[in-house]
Every structure is written in C-alpha cells, then in structure tokens.
C-alpha cells in the first residue's frame, strides 16, 4: 500500500487517467474544474484518490523541465487541465 498523500504510481496512473483519454471526458472534467474549483467534492474526490486518499497541502513540485513548482496542488491541476497534460505528475 502507497502512503497516504503521495501521488500513484506509474501504473495507478494509467488506470486513474484512463477514462480521460477521450478528449470529450477530459475537457469536462477540466471544465467542471474550472467551473466548482478545487472545493467542489467530485473535484476532491478525484484529488484524494489521484494522492492515496489525501489532497497534497502546500507547494507542489512537479516532472516537468523548467517551471516545476506550484504553490498548491489545486494550481498543479489547473496547469495540467490547461495545458492538457493528464500524466503530468507530481
């Protein structure tokens, strides 16, 4: 078992994302992203579940060449919706 708070693994993640492959699945949940931020409960359900059940608190860092760093895992998900980088992890 992961601890409680980190992100998935490789393979987690695969399974996590699979149903945002399609493009119509991932803009709608970016969309209700943007619509109900990061306070809404499906939205945190999503985080909780993408980090072993609990939301990161702080700043984030994140597998990406040049600016890897967010202050909040809310602002890590809005660059990835916006960007449409799913598999971008933390």
């Known amino acids: 078992a992961q601890q409680s708070g980190t992100p998935l693994s490789d ?3 695969h399974l996590f ?3 945002l492959r399609n493009t119509f699945q991932a803009t709608n949940v970016c969309l209700l992203r943007e619509l ?3 306070q809404n409960s ?5 985080d909780k579940y993408e980090n072993h059940g609990i ?3 702080g700043p984030v860092c994140a ?3 040049g600016n ?3 202050p909040n895992f809310c602002t890590f998900s809005f660059y990835r919706c916006i ?7 933390v």
């Open 17 to 19: 994302f699979k149903f």
């Open 55 to 57: 939301i990161p608190q």
């Open 36 to 38: 109900y931020g990061c």
């Open 68 to 70: 890897s760093f967010f």
């Open 83 to 89: 960007k449409k980088k799913y598999f971008l992890k």
């Open 11 to 13: 393979q987690e993640y």
């Open 63 to 65: 597998e990406k060449p």
């Open 42 to 46: 499906l939205v945190q359900t999503l």
